[in-house]
C-alpha cells in the first residue's frame, strides 16, 4: 500500500475514502489488551501520553487561529483542568 503525507502530522493511505476506518494506536492497545489478542506486553500509558501529547501540540498549533467563542467551545469540552483524571 502507497501512503500519501496528508499533514506534518499524519499520513494516510493514498486509496483511503470515507469507508475507512483509521484508528489510534492508544484504543488499538487497549482493545488488543482488553481482548487478550497480544502475545507480548503493551504499554498502554505510554500510548495514551503519546497520544495525549500530539493532542496538546495539535491544540497549540490550531488554538491561535479559533475565534474566542470557538476557543471558549474548547475550553468547555475539555473543562477547567485537563490535567485532573476524572
Known sequence: RRW???SAAACIPEDA???TRLWHWADVAEWLQAHKKSKVE???GGADLVLAMNAALSYQRHARHL???DLAL???VVGD????HS
Open 67 to 69: 475565534r474566542k467563542a
Open 4 to 6: 500519501a503525507e496528508a
Open 17 to 19: 475514502d470515507h469507508k
Open 42 to 44: 503493551l504499554d498502554t
Open 81 to 84: 483542568n485537563p490535567f485532573v
Open 74 to 76: 474548547v475550553a468547555e
